[in-house]
RNA sequence: GCGGGCGUAGCCAAGUGGUUAAGGCAGUGGUUUGUGGUACCACCAUUCGUGGGUUCAAGUCCCAUCGUCCGCCCCA
């Protein structure tokens, strides 16, 4: 048998009901704020990611879903949105309508990682960006809004991780602090870490290894080493989110995998995950844009990942299957082709409709439509066919009327009215 | 990429070398051939992820492989 690829999955109907949950929340709440949807390709250019991300981060270095097309253009297909989004944002002058860009997207993402329950290798994300602003309010106001749909999905027990991993030039003052301070400690790192006291020192930081992780208790920390400036954007935006009543905790070490962040830099995490904990991930990137080939322009982001939001929603009560108002049972030639008439009349004028289309004895066909948790039956056998009526039953009472089958149409909003009833009840 | 656990029907599972692979849920048919929710009865895996091997004999042991889960790594 022909399966799934390794770290992809089928997302089965009674799993949809959370994702169109999730997306209609964030329709609703960023539209509110008045943020754009934006469709970019799911592959670019190799080049994009490469610059965009980082050539000495994992996910460039190892993790790209890279292939040449014909022609031997290198293509990637896109391991997280933000370079795409502005790709887009460059190359159709969104830039030049003015002020700032307020958009968000969503769509499958791919990474070549080792899957584990919330990773997979086709992932997806929602993810917003606000371009064009470097006050410190755009950071507050997207933390805001991912704090808001997280909210109105009814999670609880969330905390969100903040830290500023300033401009360019105080991550590499501070880059010398750190690395002067470790260099003693060297041989006691372990042994990633000692790779990334050359490469990447900032990673050492958020190392999960016990004797690591006590060296780096006591290294100097970001926030000391900040420019003025960068200081009081941090600052600022903290005072914004006390403002807002939004709970933070200061992590001096988090440090963004991708090259790109700047400035803020913030984690929404779960306990209820396991080891991919993070939710929500995100920060300023004030050179992208630049490094991409458009105007200086400074912007704010997040991405929320869509599978492991989902297993924490599950993790709450579980959304209820619509179930239909009317079901239709039938029998016999005749019968059956009026009740499939009949169906799509009804549907037509909003009522929700279940056709049984088994044929089978009538006593089955009323089973299925206790399970179906359907309101009400119509029954339409030979005799009912006969005459162009209907049997209406309700099936709590057990109640049931004959009804001409074009009376049943003039009835309808009577019929609309007691159903609501019986279905809240 | 590294280390470990697991894989028996649509789902939850018992079974740990010996003739026909428990049980429950769901499904299908019947008791009730035009009236449901209950009850009862019957049916529902020639086969245990896949491929090899050991053995008189394998779901059970060994090897490989695929998948999944946990941790590392990485990140949303």
């Known amino acids: 048998m022909i399966q799934a690829l390794r770290g992809t999955r089928d997302?089965?109907?009674?799993?949809?009901?959370?994702?169109?949950?999730?997306?209609?929340?964030?329709?609703?709440?960023?539209g509110r704020a008045v943020y754009r949807e934006i469709r970019a390709p799911i592959f670019e250019q190799t080049a994009l990611f490469e610059r965009g991300i980082g050539e000495a981060t994992d996910v460039v270095g190892k993790e790209m879903y890279t292939f040449s097309s014909r022609g031997d253009q290198s293509i990637t297909l896109r391991p997280e949105g933000t370079a795409g989004v502005v790709r887009a944002y460059i190359q159709n002058k969104l830039y030049a309508q003015g002020g700032v860009q307020r958009l968000w997207y969503t769509g499958p993402m791919f990474r070549y990682e080792r899957p584990q329950a919330g990773r997979q290798r086709q992932f997806h994300q929602v993810g917003l960006e606000l371009l064009g602003c470097d006050a410190p309010r755009a950071d507050a106001e997207v933390i805001a809004l991912a704090n808001n749909i997280l909210q109105t999905l009814g999670l609880q027990n969330l905390e969100m991780d903040i830290n500023s991993v300033g401009n360019g030039e105080d991550r590499q003052n501070y880059r010398?602090?750190?690395?002067?301070?470790?260099?003693?400690?060297?041989?006691?790192?372990?042994?990633?870490?000692?790779?990334?006291?050359?490469?990447?020192?900032?990673?050492?930081?958020?190392?999960?290894?016990?004797?690591?992780?006590?060296?780096?208790?006591n290294a100097p920390k970001i926030t000391e080493h900040l420019s003025v400036a960068s200081k009081n954007h941090f600052d600022t935006v903290l005072q914004l989110l006390r403002d807002l009543n939004i709970k933070y905790q200061i992590n001096h070490c988090l440090v963004r995998g991708l090259d790109y962040y700047t400035h803020t830099a913030f984690e929404i995490k779960s306990n209820d995950l396991g080891a991919q904990a993070t939710v929500c991930g995100g920060g300023r990137y004030d050179g992208l844009v630049k490094e991409?080939?458009?105007?200086e322009t400074q912007a704010v982001g997040w991405a929320i990942g869509m599978e492991r939001l989902v297993l924490l929603l599950q993790q709450l009560d579980s959304i209820a299957v619509n179930s239909p108002d009317l079901y239709i049972v039938s029998r016999g030639v005749a019968a059956e082709a009026q009740g499939l008439l009949l169906a799509q009349k009804l549907r037509s004028l909003d009522l929700g409709v279940e056709l049984d289309l088994s044929g089978s004895a009538f006593g089955k066909q009323f089973k299925r439509a206790d399970r179906s948790g359907a309101v009400a039956c119509l029954v339409i056998g030979d005799a009912e066919a006969e005459n162009q009526s209907v049997n209406l039953k309700w099936l709590a009472s057990g109640e049931q009327q004959a009804i001409a089958q074009k009376d049943l149409l003039d009835m309808v909003a009577e019929l609309k009215a007691k159903i609501k009833g019986l279905k809240s009840s």
């Open 292 to 295: 991409l080939g458009g105007p």
């Open 176 to 217: 010398a602090a750190l690395v002067g301070y470790l260099e003693p400690y060297k041989n006691d790192l372990d042994a990633d870490s000692q790779e990334r006291l050359i490469r990447n020192p900032l990673r050492i930081l958020d190392s999960k290894d016990p004797q690591t992780q006590e060296i780096a208790q």
């Open 11 to 30: 997302i089965l109907p009674e799993e949809v009901v959370y994702w169109q949950l999730i997306e209609a929340t964030v329709a609703e709440i960023l």
